[in-house]
């Protein structure tokens, strides 16, 4: 059985109610979109102006001083209005295009920065959590100073017991009178 029958013979799947007698144009979306880009991209820059400067004025020049059997647009200039007009027609559907698809692209990017910025948030709260524990770690343990001061007190206990415990140990020593 093949795959375009059972995906039609499948429950979770619609009919279609009627047939298409002529089928549809296919088209890649992200191609057409990319061209769309591409072309907005292009309008905006100085050569399409330009460029468009150059078609107008040549088009006007053209039809004003060519010979009249030559002309094709006399002077109201229907045709080169009908011309920019289809132009723009065209122009403005596929700037949208393209400005959709940069949206589209702007809130993924603003997605993604949202998720960073909860990740980093994340983990400046459990750093700040865990340089309070150190913190109160530290609290606890013994400065270099506290030993240093410990130590001169047993020093000084030390150096006050022992000359009386010299002198209590040559009494004390065997072959003393």
């Known amino acids: ?19 298409q007698l002529v089928r549809r144009p296919s088209y890649n979306a992200d191609t057409f979109g990319v061209f769309a880009e591409q072309f907005a991209r292009f309008m905006g820059t100085a050569t399409f102006l330009i460029y468009m400067t150059l078609f107008v ?20 200039f229907i045709f080169l209005t009908l011309m920019l007009s289809l132009q723009a027609s065209y122009a403005a559907p596929l700037i949208l295009l393209a400005q959709n698809r940069q949206e589209a692209r702007d809130r993924v ?20 959590r865990e340089v309070a524990s150190l913190r109160m770690a ?33 009494e004390d020593a065997p072959g003393a009178p």
Not at 109 to 126: L, N, P, S, T, V
Not at 157 to 170: I, K, V, W
């Open 109 to 128: 990017i603003a997605e993604q920065d949202r998720q960073a910025d909860a990740r980093a948030h994340a983990d400046m709260e459990f750093l700040a």
């Open 57 to 76: 004025v040549g088009w006007v020049c053209w039809n004003l001083v060519a010979p009249a059997d030559l002309r094709f647009d006399d002077y109201p």
């Open 1 to 19: 059985m093949s795959d375009a029958r059972r995906t039609r013979e499948r429950l979770d799947t619609p009919r279609e109610e009627r047939r």
């Open 138 to 170: 530290v609290g606890e343990v013994a400065t270099r100073d506290f030993l240093r001061s410990e130590l001169r007190n047993l020093l000084s206990d030390l150096e006050e017991r022992a000359p009386s415990h010299a002198d209590g140990a040559d």
